[in-house]
Each structure stands twice: as C-alpha cells, then as structure tokens.
C-alpha cells in the first residue's frame, strides 16, 4: 500500500470514528450521573437530526439546527420524567430494559411521525462534492465538523463539570447518590438534567453526521450499539477515553478493509466489545471502580 | 397431592391444546392450527428464557442467536448437497447406515444431504456446546455488562449468518425437507400433515415444561432461586454459583436450538431476520409480561402475542407492541403479570366482604 | 388448591378466547355487491427494511384495484384486495402465504416484495396451488420453473448486461464492483461476476459492503488502490446516495453505474450534486414524459404517473410498478381465461403476449414466467438533478 493509500485509510477510519465517538459521548453523562446505559441515545441522536431536517425547510440551518437541539432537550427530559423517575429503587438492569423499550417506541414514532424514507441535512460547508486534500488524500469537509463539534463538545463539558455548579451537583450525584442528597442536592433533578444534556447532545450529533451517513427512521439502534462499544472501550464515563477510543475503532474497521472482506469489517467491532468485556471491562483508560462490577 | 399442584399447569394446558383441536376441527377452521403451531416453537424459547432469567437471574439479550443456530445447523445439513462425493467410500458408508439420505427435491434434481434426524440432534449439540464456550467467559460478568456481552453475542451471529455464503446470506436457506420421526410423522408444514404437527409441537412444549418444572422443584431449582435472591449469600452458603448458572445457560440455549430446528423444519426455510435484536427482545418481553419466574405465564403469553404478531392483528405497530409491553411490565409490575397472586389473601377478602 | 386450580383454568380459557376473537377479527368485510368478488391476496413489505419496495406496491395495488372495480371489475366481477404486511420477514410470509390460501382461499397472491420471502414460499404456493406473481427480483423465483409461479421486475442478468454495453462501447475494461449485503446486492453480484466474460470486461475487485453503513469511504479507498476504471454500485438507499458521494469526496474520478434499484427521484436528491452523471439501466417510467409519442409503454406509463402522483401527492418509483404489472398481468389472465378458475387463470398466463406493463412488453411463456427482455431497460442518466435518457 503507497503512502497516499494508507492516509487514505486514515482518513476514512477517522470519518467513521469521529461519527462513534461524537454518539458515545451522550452515553457517558447518562452513565455518570445514574449509572445507566441509555439505549435510547442512538433514537435522540436521529430524532435531532430528523427534526432539524423538517424545521430547515421553514427557518435557516443553524437556527434549525438549535431548534431541533432544544426541542431534543424536552424529550430527553420528558422521557425521564415518564419513565424513569417511576422506578426509583429499581435495580440498574430493569432501567436499562427500559431504555431499551424507549428506544423501540422512538423508532415507531418516528417512522409514523415522518417515513421511511431517507434524508441528509445540508452540508455545512460546501456541497455533496467538496473535498478537502490533506497529504495527497482527500475526504469530505463535514468530517472536520463533526470532529470540531466532537472537541468543542468534550471541551465544554470538561468545564462544565468542573467549574459549574450544577456540574459538580451532577458528579456528587455519581460519587454517592446519598452524601450529595445530604449536602442538598436534588439528585432527582440532577437525573433529569443529565437525561437532557445527553439528548441534546445526542441531538447535536445528530445534526452534524447527517450530511455524512444520512438520516433514516430506523440507524437509532446500529449507531446506539456502534456508540456504546466505543464508550466501553474507552472506559464507561470518561468522554475524552470515548473520543479517543472512536478514533481507534474506526481506524481499526478500515484497516479491517484494507487487508480482508468489507463483509466482515461488523464482525471486528463486536468482537472488539466481547473482548473487552471480559478482559477489561473498565475500558482501555478506565478506572478501577468499574472493575469491582465483574465478579472475580 | 403435591405432584398434581406441581404439574397443574402442564396438565390443564394439555387438556386444553386437546380441546381446542377438537374445536377447531369441528369447526373446519384447522386453519388457526398452523399459527399456534409456529407460537408453539416460539414459546419454547421464552420457556428456556424464563429458566434463565427468572429463576437463575441471568439476563440474556441474545438468545434469539440460539436459536438461530439451532435452526441454521439443521438447515444447512439438510441442504447440503453431498452427491458430488458419492462414490467415495466413507460417504457410501455413511448413506448405507442411514446417516445420509437420498432424495429428489420439488424440480426433480437429486439430492444427498445428512438425515434430518442426525442433523436435529447436531443442531442441539452444536448448540449447546456453543453455549457452553461462550457461558464460560460471559458468565462471570454481572448485571449490565452481561447483558451486553449477550447482546453482543446476537450481534455477531447476525453478521455471521448475513457474512457467510454458506449459510445462505440474506436470502436464508430454504428448501429444507420435513423431519422424519418415523414413517407416518413428521416435521413439516404441509396441510395434510397439520393436525399432527400441532401435536408435534405441543409434545415439544409440554415436555419442556415438565422438565421446566422439575428443575425448579428440585435442588439445583432451589439453588438457582437463592442465586437470583442474593448471589453473594448463597456463594457463601457453599452453592456453586458459577456452574448453576452455566448448565442453566446451556439448557436455556438447548430449548431454543429445539424450537428452532422444529420451526425451520415445519416452515421449510430460515433466515437473518430471525436473528435480529428486536427478536430476542421480543423473547425478553414475552417472558417479561408472562411473569419471569412463572413457566406457566411465559408459555400463555408466548402463545398468545405470537399468534397474534403473526396474523398480523398488530399491524404495522408490531415492534412498537412488544416495546411497549417491556416498558408497561418494567415500570408497573417487574415480576411479570401473571404472577400467582396470593391466593389466602384474596380469601379472606373475599370472606371479610361476604361477613361485611 | 381448588380455587388456585380454577383460577389457573380461567385464565387459560380467558386466553384462549381472546385468542379466538384474535383469529375472527382477521377476516375482510366483504363489499356489499351483487357479484361475488375474485378474492387476491398480497404480501408486502410495507413497513420495515424494504419499505422503499412495499409502501409504493401496497399504493400502487390499492390504487389499480380501485379503478378496475370502478371499470366493471374482471368478466363482470370485482377484484377484492386482502393485503398483509410482512416487515420483510420470510417468517411473517410464510405465515400470511397459509393464512391467504387456507382462509381467505384467494385465487392469487401478489408480492412479496423481497426474494428471500418469495424463495421463503415458493413451495407453498406451488403445493398450494395458488397462483404466485412475485414482485421480487431474484432470478431463482423462475429458475427452476415452478407452474404456479411468476415474477415481473426485470431480469437481474439484463440489467447487468445493459451495463457491460455501455462499459464496452466506452472501452472501460476494468471495474470494480461494490453490492450491499442484502439479497438484492448479492443477486448482482453473482450476476455481474457470471456475465463480465462475456463483454471482455475485468472485475478487478468485488465487495460486500454492510446495508446500514454509515459511511463507505473505507470501501471506496480499496477499490481506488486498484486503479478501475468504473465503479458498479448494486444496492438500494440508503447506500446508493453514500457511494455516490463518497466516490467524489475521495476524488475517485470515474463513472458511476447503478443498479435498477436506483428507480425514484428522491435518491437523486437524496445524493445531491454527486448523483450527476450517474449511468444506470431502469424501466422507463421516470423518463415517461420525454418518451416519444408513439412508444408502445408511452399511455401506461403516463397514465400510472400522474395518477400515482395526484392521488398520494409523492414521487413515483419503479418498485410501485411491479404490483401495477402483477395485477395487470392477472386481470388480463382472467378476462383471457374467462372466469377465476386457478389451472384455466394460470395457463392463460403463460399464453399471454404483448401486455404492455410499466416495467417492458410482457411476453409470457410456460418456459419464462417473467416475460421481459433486454429490451425492457432503458439505459439513463442523471443531468442536472432530473433523469434524462442516457446517450453515448
């Protein structure tokens, strides 16, 4: 393989990793404040990206695009209101089989909301056939966008969390749920509030892969599975570990390419989450608390 | 008698498939049989399933995969046409002890493929072998991360299954023959043969529940419900934890390698979308709503929303059925509900209002 | 014990009788007219993966039945029409296939949308013997021939053919062909490796790309290290709008040939400025306006257009126009046989010649239950967003 094949790859592993790592970051919020892992974040994530493309017809792109946020926001709320709010001593498993149904009732909506068939928000910048050359290779402009967005994202919850009130309300909460009740924080409302900072998120992300993979009733599932992998492998709650680890996986599936059958680029990445799982599964840069979940 | 309390359901459930035949039949409308038929195989995974998570409590969001392996393995070795290999000595062998058959298929072409008798017991071999290797490493895993290792699982037989030549692709393999138990009785899905076959299936599913009931009367039952109580205490108690629930991951994964070959056989084909995600959580919903330690729920809820899934009385909303059944179950009544209610307590409310 | 034991039995009947009630509530209130009308059954996939394929059909279906019985029905009786939706799930067809046969005794049925639901009951409604015009594309439905049975899209190996013409007479000689993993992209591919010989051209590499992929630049790269001279692309959305732009963002400047699944408008605009010159063989129902006047298809296709298109206020697609030619060929096979009678209906079909359909000329035989040739594709292009008709 020439050098310009190989950046190539590079290059297209990076477009696809920076599209897991962007979803997984929802993941880790949830995950952080409950302990929950949020099935429905893949249906947030095509909901933003479906109700931006509705509203960019009627308003401009980047007010479409805030709109559809917001409008996520709700529903990321609404949804823990309704469902997960009721179970208040239920054991992790049953909320996550609950996510699950959530994420399958999404689906349906969607598809009677809007149908099947399939939309792509505009390009950002440029059109369908722009390209960017880097290093004899070249790849669409929308993937620095979606890594931009990725960086701007982890960036702002970094200081969000450690230097906003409520941010380090939420990070009490996933310390020990009862000591942050003592000193007063509400941590029914702390769950709330991640449940509708992981949609928004979720939303945002949305809204910039949708030029790149396009948007359809029914990717909610693929890329929350996609997603969670990735977040696992980086190590459940650290967002920068997700980035990172989105980045690997991604430059793995292509590579995956490169040398063996498109058809069994899937296969590699379920793997790679059975693997760490059982071998690992605080992640490749996770902490230790997580380990103590496995039983010895 | 304790026996009959033990085995009630099986026994009412048994007199009830024999009425209902007797109904259908004199009301010419034989026709229903073969929906209940196909639920029938459908429930017997829920009935494994139930083993597993309501008894062991071990949750498992893969096992439409088990099932799909069942169903796989009986298909492609009765598909496989060996008849380019006739003449070598050790395949005539083989034909001449009955392990491979000859046959014509529906255009005339002739066929050597492994006897589909040999071929349902290496199904649930196979199968269960299988479980056994992947249960070893995953069942060490707790609560979350084991149902993603399972889902994981589900996963990576889907892609398999779509990935590999062999195994039909997206197209699944059809053409499979009936499944001769012996002469007169048989697997399959044709009209003469449909009276039979919903007995077939209903022997299937009772014998199932009877070993059901049994494992959870016994000691290894009893095991199995201190481990879903609290794992830790009964470790300590000197309950060997690990390997209760892999033998009830294995027999969970057997019932559903049973009900696959038998369905594949009776519908005469199988593919990838019997392996999908929304699948195995359909199993999980079934055994949910049945009550997940209640056989004999599993198996009326089972029956009930796959016959209806299957005559289409959902609709288009199929899928969004069964997800919100999961959640209706999860949030309002996680034991599932059909739960037995208790039965004194209603007594005596019912004896206090008479006296009231 | 007594009461649990009663409780348990009451339960159970309970169940049963819901059940009951579940199958009674299945059958179609017959129309309240004077002639017992010809029951037709169809299988789509209306929602679910092929939903492209099932939703036009189902519409397409209602919609041509409605106007027949508005007409005077076929030999004087109305056309009834029991649809099910399958989800693109050969169990779910299976199921439906027995349930219209034994309980609804429909002369025929229609669909279903995918092969791997029509390979899931051919055999059942050949022992069945009820007639089956599949919508489904696969070559094996007609190969082997079964008595019962018939398809109406185009030929998969015809389609490949058109291709490799128009590759030759560009003298673009080495390929590389990408298919999605469903059935349909399998199809082609086995067709397109079988056929290649024959026009001199080299398939220097042939890949099977996942159907949900979000993105095939990865793909794309191993196909520009081995230097083609074309790409073929055989799949349906939402990958026929990726490979196309992705073709262009990695600058893989070389033609793009699609298959006949690339049959509605909206995957032009789905691909945006990418789809631009894209070459593809495809009925000639989206270039039905710019045919010329005297074209044998030229009335159908116009008619089904703009009626298709008032009446559901969306684009038409070629997929829709496989049910529109399945029960064309039927209610011609009935007025042929002159009553619904199962043998005399299906060996009309096998006589009928010269039905003009929105996929080609139908000329059916007892030896090719398809009917259609070559001829049936027209060769087209995308020029500025609109399909044109394609010329060298």
Sequence with gaps: ?296 | MILLRRYAVVLVGAVAVVLLQVVLSAWGATYYMTQITMSAYYSLVVIGLCLLMGYAGQVSLGHAGFFAIGGYTSAVLTTFNLIAFRGVPWVDGCRSLGLLVARQDLYGANLLTVSPLLAFLAAILLTSLLAFLIGLPILRLKGHYLAMATLGFGLIVYRLALGTAVLGQADGISNVPPLRIFEGLEVTGRQPFRVQNYYIAWAAVMAAMILGINLVHSRAGRALRSIHQNEEAAHSLGVNTYRYKLSTFVLSAAFAAVGGALLTHYNGSIGPSEITVMKSVRYLAICAVGGMANLGGALLMGILLNFLSLRGVFGTYDDAVFGGILIAVMLLSPQGLLRMPDWREARSFLCRRSHG | MTTRLTMVIGTVLLCFALVLTGCKKQSPQPTPVTKEPIKIGAIFAVTGPASFLGAPEMKTAEMLVQKINKDGGVVGRPLLLIVKDSGAKPENAISFARQLMDEDKVLAIIGPSTSGETMAIKNLCQEGKTILMSCAAAEDIVNPVASYVFKTPQKDSDAARRIFEVLKAKGLLKVGVIVSNAGFGMAGKAQLEKIAPEYGVTIAISEAYDKQATDLTDVLTKLKGKDVQAVINWSIVPAQGLVAKNLKQIRLDVPLFQSHGFGNIKYVQAAGEAANGTIFPCGRLLVADVLPADHPQKAVLTSYKSEYESLYQEDVSTFGGHAYDAILLLAEAIRAAGSADTDKVRDALEGLQGVVGTAGVFNLSPTDHNGLTMEAFEMLTVKDGKFAVYKD
């Design chain 1, 1 to 296: 393989m020439h050098y310009a094949q190989i950046v190539q790859y590079s290059l297209s592993g990076i477009t696809v990793g920076s599209i897991y790592a962007i979803v997984a970051i929802g993941f880790n919020i949830i995950y952080n404040t409950t302990g929950i892992i949020n099935f429905a974040q893949g249906g947030f994530v095509v909901f933003g990206a479906m109700t931006a493309i509705s509203l960019s017809r009627f308003v401009p792109l980047p007010v479409a695009i805030v709109l559809a946020v917001l409008l996520t926001t709700c529903l990321g709320g609404l949804v823990e209101l309704v469902f997960i709010r009721r179970c208040r001593d239920a054991s992790i498993l049953r909320l996550i089989v609950i996510t699950i149904g959530v994420s399958i009732l999404l689906q349906e909506a969607m598809l009677h909301i809007w149908d099947e068939k399939v939309r792509s928000l505009a390009y950002f910048t440029g059109t369908a056939i722009s390209t960017v050359t880097i290093l004899g290779a070249h790849f669409s402009p929308q993937v620095l966008w979606v890594l931009g967005v990725s960086a701007v994202v982890v960036a702002a919850l970094a200081v969000f969390f450690r230097f906003t009130l409520t941010g380090r309300a939420m990070r009490a909460c996933a310390d020990d749920r009862m000591a942050a009740r003592l000193c007063g924080v509400s941590d029914r409302r702390m769950v709330t509030f991640s449940f509708m900072l992981s949609a928004g998120i979720g939303a945002l992300a949305g809204c910039v892969i949708s030029p790149v993979t396009q948007t359809q009733y029914d990717m909610g599932p693929p890329l929350a599975i996609k997603g969670f992998t990735v977040a696992v492998l980086g190590g459940l709650g650290n967002s920068t570990a997700a980035v990172v680890a989105g980045l690997l996986l991604g430059l793995l599936e292509a590579f995956t390419v490169s040398q063996f059958q498109v058809a069994y680029k899937e296969v590699v990445s379920i793997l790679v989450l059975l693997l760490v799982l059982v071998f690992r599964p605080n992640g490749l840069f996770g902490g230790r608390e997580i380990g103590a979940l496995r039983a010895s």
